[in-house]
């Protein structure tokens, strides 16, 4: 059995590749729109994707299991728990296998359960995975949104984010539940969790890459405490104002994604930038804010490229019109940042402008300002 | 705490970076001579390396512990268990700290507390890791060579490799013994072993990256024996021939090992790769078998660039003259293939000859041959 780990460090979110290298297939595991990174890492394993899933539908990037599926002639594995609102409304159309607890499949010699762990969403789903032909019980669990180092899921986010009223509460509680429940798996089994510092899907999330539900058990403060009631109350307590975009990512992620936006933004002048700002166009400065703050054009939003650079770019930008990005270092930095906003969905990208090209907006009409 | 692995797949070798963001300090954990690596991940995470150590003298690769201390400032640390045959003899110049069985550190709020584990080598030890704001125990082990996924580090390699006669028994006898005392440790305990599959320093390592102590205790075959004596008798069964360099290796880890080479060999015309073959010099064809069995020069090694080159090459090549380079692709690989190189300490690339050029090797009086 081999194991890879995908931290995407912008989105905080971890996705997997298990293989087994005796029957050369694989499962990837919440895969992002970066479907090309698995590829490549199954054709350096020497192994085929065969096998696809994800832990639930995610709020906070756009899903690349159904791309991925596709475009590897895999499986895909979808959850068919948690009730009739929080289905795959795609799962039919790409002939998709539905999972309820205690489903079970096989990846060559990779086994792997499916068990229901509801709580962060209603559909959550938490695998097991046993290396079959060395071990008879399991050696780890993709947690998904459950389970994190140090934290759990947040339950809050569907009423928060996506508007589902009253539910917070009774998440709360379906979260304490799973939580008991996996209790009862050894203290040794890895955990290895959809997220890390920074994603908005927890509060406290810890910066180590896995965990072991023993330790976690002992240190985490959703264990430590003493009653349901604390839980609910200690899980709902400071819990962050959820990104504007999650409950567009809902929506997409279960109606189906469509295959990732184009990779090269087309250079355009100043001339044509400007008139784009004229015409009331979206156009985003990615400069850091010091830079904006001395000099910009007014009539364009400043997100500057940090981490946080998609939360507010999938709470500013529309998704159904062409963006404009200006104040890049480079070609590819325009390249890198358009991959960046297609994993949240955002596609259009209308043109990009070097930073050292903005001086030509002035002669074009568009006015510099400071803050 | 913040966690980084870095595996190498020439080596089979696994180096960690394990911070303290709050203190903004890093410890570095067996590195090998690609110390740029780690310099970048602390400057990308924000953390000044400190701290450098290794488990044990290293029998496969240069290790980049000195070097990586001498241009960051870090403080060496060095195990001072095993006996007087095992020191590092550049301990001393270099200010080392010195670690015997129950050293403890603190790299910030990370405490680290060394704990001897002789078998694989007399001085071996393996760092306990304490999160120590939020926990009271370790979450992990950094274990070198004593523990792997589903096996635990040879005890034969001095005897086979380094020539001490009559140590194989005993050493894996102290091994089982170390195995034994570390086996007290919780079961949720995370296991982060120096390799990965495909190094001579195991026989059965698994392809996960990680492991835990309980899983381990279940299901390697080394927890698996019923007695010392079956142990001794399986540990020793069935090793492969360890690499020829390894005893070269075992002596520049413990002088005390120079800056790897230079990074970028020069590129040579074909009539000055003549004119080397013809005066009897070190020259390595590295394209693939098949290609060098269809043509190839009479006088060239042939070591394909594949999984196995480092053992081929640390076996083949001389440490204390050049070595010359053909049948690579483009400089990139020559550049490429000249670091993997230094990672086993042969730093001499008088030069490098493209695929493409080397029909003219026959105008300059090269004979031609096919095998």
Redesign the interface.
Known sequence: ???K?FFDEKLAQTSYLVAC?HAGVALVVDPNRNTAQYVEAAKAENVRITHVTETHIHADFVSGARELAQTTGARLYLSDSGGAEWKYRYAAAEGAELLTDGTRLLVGDVAIEAVHTPGHTPEHMTFLVT?SP??S?P?GAFTGDFIFV?DVGRPDLLERAVGAAGTMESSARNLFRSLKAFSAY?????IWPGHGPGSACGKAL??????????EK??SWAWLVATEEEFVEKVLAGQPEPPAYFSRMKQINSDGPGPGGSARPPSISAAEMASRIQGGETVVDVRPASDFAASHSRGAINIPRNRSFLTWAGSLLPYDRDVYLMGIASDEEGVAIARELSLIGIDRIGGMLHAGEMPGLAPAGIETTST
Chains 1, 2 share one sequence.
């Open positions: 059995m081999l194991l780990r290298q290396d060395t071990a019980t050696m140090g050894p203290d040794y089994l890895q810890g910066a180590m890459p896995q965990s072991t539900l023993g330790y002992l240190f």
